[in-house]
């Protein structure tokens, strides 16, 4: 099978070297720079009240979030803001990966009571089935936030530090990959408040972790779980010692992610998602309808070219 691929790979690259390997070495030097330019200027669209957005490397985003004195509680700004700023990620050229983390004391302390737009809804001299209505439209609205996440195809890499509460394990469940601090400490905190999880833990998590009864035990005792029990269900793929050096972790990583091809990459996510939530047979045939286009690229004959010359690739953007 091996030498199979590698006779396709000599033919491929052969063919590719005709076409693309007419770049120099000053053009994709000009290429990167005018890329960093662009993401750099492209930064300053991304203002927020509770987020804050910067591009540490190229391709890379970072999207930090920002209410430091509150322990990044999730306000009803945050909740717009998130589903603004991950619509704009995914359309944006200069972004192929993001990586998302919180800045001050702790990751997230989750909602923010004091500022949460259901409440108001709840605590109104109103009859039940118009509060009803308001809250069905409501809801839905808090669960785009998080699915914004999943739905962006750029992978997102969550840097959890500190206190994971809450709205905090629905936020990270959609992301791709987490990687946590040794200190870190999560908690499904929903049934504490008198209320069932409702923007995405209960959907996503039990997929993650694929331990029913387990995550039946954190959903209804509330209980903390730390970072080497969330490293042993697979919640977590990554322990690092301390939020720098998880910082470091992250971005090597985003980057090596950021310099393969975007049509591979973003379409790899994609098939992912899909195939999660529908039968293997179903996942195969949406996968062999997408890769009709796709393995047509020139990704693939890039990729096939660097392969053959010893070379790193450099893709267009998407």
Not at 81 to 95: G, W
Not at 108 to 117: I, Q, R, W
Not at 149 to 173: F, W
Not at 252 to 259: C, N, Y
Request: a neutral charge; one cysteine or more; aromatic letters at 8%.
């Amino acid at each position: 099978m091996f030498s199979g691929l590698r006779t396709s790979l000599r033919l491929l690259g052969q063919q590719a070297s005709k076409s693309f390997l007419k770049s120099s070495t000053e053009q994709n030097k000009s290429l990167v720079l005018c890329a960093r330019a662009m993401s750099a200027a492209a930064d300053k669209s991304y203002e927020f009240k509770t987020l804050k957005v910067h591009s540490p490397a190229e391709f890379v985003k970072h999207v930090e979030l920002n209410r430091p004195e509150r322990l990044n509680a999730m306000n009803m700004d945050f909740w717009r803001e998130m589903v603004e700023c991950f619509d704009k990620l995914a359309e944006d050229e200069d972004c192929r990966v993001v990586i998302l983390s919180g800045s001050g004391k702790a990751f997230t302390s989750g909602l923010d009571l004091a500022d949460n737009g259901l409440f108001q809804i709840i605590m109104a001299d109103e009859d039940c089935s118009r509060k009803a209505f308001k809250m069905n439209k409501a809801i839905p609205k808090f669960q785009e936030s998080f699915s914004a996440i999943e739905k962006c195809p750029k992978p997102v890499i969550a840097a959890v530090h500190s206190a994971c509460i809450g709205g905090g394990i629905d936020m990270i469940s959609a992301c791709d990959i987490r990687f946590c601090t040794q200190d870190a400490w999560f908690q499904i905190k929903e049934v504490d408040v008198g209320l069932a999880a409702d923007v995405g833990t209960l959907q996503r998590f039990p997929r993650i972790v694929g331990n029913d009864s387990l995550t039946r035990e954190l959903v209804y005792t509330a209980r903390k779980f730390y970072s080497d029990e969330a490293k042993s269900i697979g919640f977590v793929s990554r322990v690092l010692v301390d939020k720098d050096q998880m910082m470091k972790t992250a971005l090597d990583m985003a980057s090596t992610i950021a310099a393969k091809s975007p049509v591979a990459v973003q379409g790899s996510k994609i098939n992912l998602v899909y195939s999660r939530d529908h039968s293997v047979p179903e996942g195969l045939d949406y996968n062999a309808k997408w890769n009709i286009t796709m393995l047509q690229s020139e990704d693939v004959m890039k990729a096939a070219s660097a392969f053959m010359n010893k070379t790193k690739p450099v893709f267009s953007k998407l």
